[in-house]
């Protein structure tokens, strides 16, 4: 975060000395750091001799523009589900509150926990698609552990039933 201060600080006084230097306000600096960008390009497209190497610096910057596109994409793409638990007893069926729930990711191993309301319900919300270990306690019961595997766009619902220890 410090960084982020140091370099937005150095930008800042970096333009302020610009337009105290060239007696131009922001604007007026921006449209000229465009204009010194257009005769760069300019020189560089002057420079290439042939039209091979234009249609190979052509194609690098529409393949480097349609790779960010699709990174983008998919980045927008990933789905986060809500994964709702019903945790209850096994003979009778009623509902256990104040279950203790854990949800551990299988490939990166993070790691979400909570626990259950007087309804015996608790809902994980925005949960990435993939497979699940899932582990519930509450007192007075056997530990419950289940594998799960969650869909792209599908909410899951999971009613569990944990048995009495003895």
């Keep these: 975060m410090t960084a982020h201060l140091f370099a937005s600080l150095f930008a800042y006084v970096k333009l302020e000395r610009l337009k105290f230097f060239h007696n131009l306000n922001h604007f007026a600096l921006k449209a000229k ?97 993939g497979d699940y270990k899932l582990r519930i306690t509450s007192i007075g019961y056997q530990a419950l552990d289940t594998l799960i595997s969650l869909s792209d766009s599908v909410p899951e619902k999971y009613s569990l039933y944990l048995s009495v220890s003895t």
């Design 33 to 129: 750091l465009y204009q010194v960008a257009f005769k760069m390009d300019r020189i560089q497209l002057d420079s290439i001799k042939n039209k091979h190497e234009l249609l190979k610096l052509i194609m690098k910057k529409i393949v480097l523009s349609i790779f960010f596109l699709c990174l983008s994409w998919m980045m927008y793409a990933v789905k986060l589900v809500p994964v709702k638990v019903i945790v209850q007893d096994c003979l009778t069926h009623e509902s256990i509150p104040y279950a203790s729930i854990f949800l551990c990711n299988r490939q990166d191993s993070t790691l979400q926990a909570g626990s259950t309301d007087d309804k015996g319900e608790f809902t994980f919300k925005n949960i990435h698609s």
